[in-house]
């Protein structure tokens, strides 16, 4: 079901999916949510989703069934999600959730707490609910955090052991798993009363045992949300534990909601689809990948078309491909104390950062008073040692100081807005001469220009970038003062009102004066239909493709929909991706899995669209872009290569056809829903 063609080497690989919360049948029944009727579905079809990753180890992190251990239909609805599984071709380690093994020691909790006959019920079934085992050199540990605090003797039990299996394990690459979280914001969190939580004092014993023996990655679920957090280690080696909650693929749990500055999602947050799914992980001989593979409450028949798999920021070091963070990156506020909750929960929003990672971006415009703030210092940090570069943005006029060196060591380059007029003040000469005998940054020139006529707008906008008709007077600055910059930030035009984007490129190419290094390049996607947009992002991106120094930063990351320059972004209010998130995801990993230029770049209008070529050695690229849905016929492509190829839907991802015998194919005809590429 997947196409692993363009993923590099690994040295393991396994799945990580937790909370399938098998629901008995309710036909007839009066259900408090209409999703608890597509649970089973939901997990059927994930679990099919799993096994169409191929013959890999798969972890179950907890709460296979909806029903409580204490409740009648228990042992019923683990017989049918054990046979779910079997008929899915799933055999995977488990995980002893609340949901297998009863509630932990709090009297807040909605569920029976843990007890020596639940937990033999599920040692009876799947074994110790504690466990290690060894894979291609790696160690890995499952724990069970229901008994954690309990004074269960199981309690005892395992924490013998697991101080004794980590010891003899010690200095090796471990990876831990446990449905309760330890916690989700900070380790000092209060405990009573927060459902998602492991208690004082297991916590803190827990916690410096990871420190202690550097576990690279830890695993939790129970709260079907994702969050990452990282716990480092004062001691040599490995300095991070990168530290996962997994999503659930049955459905999702309300109160993160008010997270979002948006509406809630369906079912008061409960049926928030676009969140679902678990992970692919893939151990590297340095790191660990973590792919997301969202199932989006889907059910039914599996798609037999081949999915690509794409990489993550650490793998495409050759991608120009960035974003405007016109918000934070990361939101943090609290959840009210509702119901399973007694207690206000403090939480933070990670799915920008988690979906920077996933989309593969390699660079991050940002305000430079985010390195000022501890939150989004700290969260752009995590990135960055993901390799995504950030640029520190400034707006400049004449007495503002450039900041510090001190200011910027967080960061991988300084933006400066050049205000009011596309040829900087005499006073920014002498700032970049000063700025030069202290920082080795590099230096971007971009401008904010007011009084740009937008057709359609009541007033006029600001223009931010250069336009390619101004490079050469900013040039001319440049060398009058005796000054050269490593960067200037370009404006695409997506409108549509004006030249294609590659033009637009093109043209700058050839007014590219000496003293400017590189042109890097900002477009806003137009507010316009669906396709132009997905259009522009698409021919924005493969103009970039022929050269290998230039950025792209699209704007804006997240959608704005409350402003007077509607825009959607590639992650909507909700922060779940738009066709562009998975567009550019898609064709991010096509075009730059591979470090070496496009060459012989060429385009030209078709019957119903546009085509935009390149070759890169003996491989051609292809990219259409339709005007609308409609039937297209290979003929019609008028592409002249009759060679061996791959078809790409590119908003889907799926693989349309593989190894054709030729492009031209007389008689055939298929259906485009948006921009495709033909490897």
């Known amino acids: 079901m997947f196409d692993f063609s363009h993923l590099p080497p ?8 937790a909370d399938t919360h098998y629901m008995l049948d309710v036909t007839g029944q009066s259900v408090e949510f209409n999703s608890r009727r597509r649970q089973t579905a939901r997990a059927d079809f994930a679990l099919r989703t799993v096994a169409g990753l191929g013959d890999l180890p798969v972890i179950h992190m907890g709460d296979l069934v909806q029903e409580f251990p204490e409740r009648p239909g228990f042992a019923q609805a683990v017989d049918e999600a054990l046979a779910q599984l079997a008929a899915c071709g799933v055999s995977p380690r488990f995980v002893p959730g609340n949901h297998d093994v009863g509630d932990k020691p709090d009297p807040t909790m909605p569920a029976d707490w843990v007890t020596p006959a639940y937990l033999a019920d599920f040692h009876r079934r799947f074994g110790s609910s504690w466990q290690s085992w060894d894979e291609s050199g790696l160690h890995f540990v499952i724990l069970n955090s229901q008994i954690l605090n309990s004074g269960l003797p199981a309690e005892a039990e395992q924490a013998e052991w697991l101080e004794a299996d980590l010891q003899a394990h010690a200095g090796e690459r471990i990876f831990l798993f446990l449905h309760l979280p330890p916690y989700l914001h900070n380790p000092a969190e209060i405990s009573l009363g927060h459902y998602d939580n492991i208690d004082e004092p297991a916590r803190s014993w827990l916690l410096a045992l990871v420190q202690r023996h550097q576990i690279e990655m830890l695993f939790a679920a129970h709260i079907h949300w994702a969050f990452y957090n990282e716990i480092r280690s004062s001691t040599s080696g490995r300095s991070r534990t990168s530290y996962y909650t997994v999503p659930s693929v049955a459905f999702t749990r309300p109160g993160f909601s008010e997270l979002f500055a948006s509406p809630p999602p369906p079912e008061q947050g409960r049926d928030d689809a676009g969140k679902l799914g678990f992970y692919l992980v893939r151990v590297m001989d340095e790191g660990s990948r973590v792919h997301f593979v969202r199932t989006r409450g889907e059910v039914g028949v599996t798609d037999p078309r081949l999915r690509l798999l794409t990489r993550t920021s650490p793998d495409l070091p050759a991608s120009p491909l960035g974003v405007v963070l016109h918000h934070p990156l990361s939101r943090q506020g609290q959840t009210p104390s509702i119901w399973p909750s007694a207690v206000r ?11 920077a990672q996933e989309v593969g971006l390699r660079h991050l415009l940002a305000p430079v008073s985010d390195l000022a703030d501890p939150l989004q210092r700290e969260r752009l940090g995590i990135l960055r040692e993901e390799g995504v570069a950030i640029t520190a943005r400034l707006l400049w006029r004449p007495g503002v100081a450039l900041p510090g060196p001190e200011t910027l060591d967080s960061c991988d380059g300084l933006q400066i807005d050049v205000l009011g007029d596309p040829v900087p003040a005499l006073e920014l000469a002498a700032c970049l001469r000063e700025w030069r005998q202290s920082s080795s940054l590099p230096i971007t020139l971009s401008c904010v220009l007011p009084n740009w006529t937008v057709p359609g707008k009541q007033h006029n906008r600001s223009q931010i970038g250069f336009l390619p008709g101004q490079l050469t007077a900013l040039g001319k600055w440049l060398a009058t003062n005796d000054l050269a910059v490593e960067r200037v930030l370009c404006r695409m035009d997506a409108s549509g009102e004006n030249q294609t984007l590659l033009a637009q490129v093109e043209e700058s190419d050839s007014m590219h004066p000496a003293a400017i290094g590189t042109l890097d390049w900002i477009v806003e996607l137009p507010s316009t239909s669906t396709g132009q947009r997905l259009n522009s992002a698409a021919e924005a991106l493969f103009a970039l493709a022929a050269r290998p120094a230039s950025r792209l930063f699209v704007e804006p990351f997240v959608e704005l929909d409350r402003t007077m320059d509607v825009a959607e972004g590639l992650l909507d209010r909700l922060c779940n991706p738009t066709p562009i998130f998975h567009l550019l995801r898609h064709l991010n990993t096509l075009l730059f899995s591979q470090p070496s230029p496009l060459t012989g770049f060429s385009q030209k209008e078709i019957p119903g669209g546009r085509l935009l070529s390149g070759m890169r050695g003996a491989k051609a690229f292809h990219l259409l872009l339709p005007n609308a849905q409609e039937e297209h016929s290979f003929a019609q492509l008028e592409i ?17 056809e593989k190894d054709l015998p030729g492009f031209l194919k007389p008689g055939r005809s298929f259906v485009l829903t948006g921009p495709t590429l033909f490897v």
């Open 10 to 17: 690994a040295r393991h690989q396994f799945i990580v999916i």
């Open 345 to 355: 929960q403090p939480v933070r929003n990670d799915y920008p950062l988690l979906a």
């Open 640 to 656: 002249d290569d009759n060679r061996r190829g791959t078809v790409y839907d590119l908003v889907s991802g799926r693989r349309i």
